[in-house]
């Protein structure tokens, strides 16, 4: 096939996908819902899904984002299961952190199976981030501090015990012969707030994520990552990043990034989300969004990622009895 003619067929693609999403009724004032503070994450997905549902011209409304802090996707998780239910034009924001949380029980009376899963839109990975001028400048000078006087060392994570920032450092300190239980540890709401203590002295290295660290060295924060939980280096300007496993800390941890709605939103206005989301990841300009933002692809929607969490959840659990973090 022919270079003008796989473009014809794209392009018609493209314009079949959008005519699918606009047969059936947008929802009116749509909102995405960043389960934390500005800056993070969370925050990053929804202003995703707001450029790239505006771009591929799913949406004619802007994409409102606002931002529902507590618990690391509890009280947004339990807001959309107890209250608003059947909100149409309302996706929640969530993680990998997010189903981590739910394996442990965390979300209250609450499990994955109560919302419908929507989309992923891409996936970060977890990295290691202190000041600019600290005085380690591998993860194996950071452990080697810590093993040598782990009162010493004060990480921050976004969560508290349990949560994915915490685990991360739980997997390192383990691969390393720490006890993680001898580590100091400062939870807080996000990542963007753990960045931001990082830059004032009150904690020596944040358990981050690859995308919203990156976001604050770009925005001008002087902080660098120390090293990236990726099974091996990624792209462009990330490349010059050792990855955890080549410093000897055989860890990965990805992160999924996606959406869900309220468990009684319709089946109409469930299928408008999914096929929106489908469009505006088949779009060109969708890869640029996601490497803009520091994202690798993983496109699921519907059934696909409805699974994917199922069996994602039931994973954590498994790792999270490890640490003795549920009971068996």
């Not at 503070?37 to 591929?56: E, V």
């Not at 899963?117 to 501090?145: F, K, N, R």
């Not at 358990?207 to 099974?231: E, T, Y």
Request: net charge negative; glycine share 10%; aromatic share 8%.
């Amino acid at each position: 096939m022919n270079t003008h003619l796989c473009r014809l067929v794209a392009a018609a693609g493209t314009f079949v996908a959008i005519s699918s999403v606009a047969a059936m009724a947008e929802p009116r004032r749509p909102e995405c819902i960043a389960p934390a503070q500005p800056g993070g994450g969370f925050d990053i997905t929804c202003k995703l899904a707001q450029a790239s549902l505006t771009k591929a011209g799913v949406l004619e409304d802007p994409l409102r984002v606002s931002y529902m802090p507590g618990g690391i996707g509890a009280v947004a998780y339990n807001t959309i299961v107890g209250q608003r239910t059947d909100e149409p034009g309302t996706i929640v924001a969530f993680s990998a952190g997010s189903l981590l949380n739910l394996a442990q029980g965390k979300f209250g009376d609450h499990d994955e199976s109560d919302v419908r899963w929507v989309a992923s839109v891409g996936t970060d990975y977890g990295a290691v981030v202190v000041p600019a001028d600290s005085e380690w400048d591998s993860l194996d000078q950071m452990m080697a501090a810590i093993k040598a006087d782990a009162s010493s060392v004060v990480l921050g994570a976004g969560g508290t015990i349990g949560s994915q920032d915490w685990m991360k450092a739980a997997l390192t300190a383990r691969a390393a012969g720490i006890d993680h239980k001898s580590m100091r540890f400062v939870a807080f709401e996000g990542g963007g707030d753990c960045a931001t203590a990082l830059q004032g002295g009150h904690v020596q290295a944040c358990m981050n994520d690859v995308g919203d660290s990156q976001a604050a060295i770009d925005g001008g924060a002087p902080l660098k990552l120390l090293a990236i939980f990726a099974p091996e280096r990624l792209t462009g300007k990330l490349s010059e990043i050792p990855t955890a496993k080549e410093q000897g800390y055989d860890i990965q941890w990805p992160i999924v990034r996606g959406f869900y709605v309220g468990p009684e939103v319709t089946d109409e206005d469930y299928a408008w989300w999914v096929e929106a989301f489908k469009t505006a990841m088949a779009d060109p300009g969708y890869a640029e969004q996601l490497e803009s933002r520091n994202l690798l692809p993983l496109p699921m929607t519907g059934e696909e990622l409805d699974a994917f969490v199922k069996t994602s959840v039931a994973d954590y659990r498994t790792l999270a009895t490890e640490f003795e973090l549920v009971r068996k």
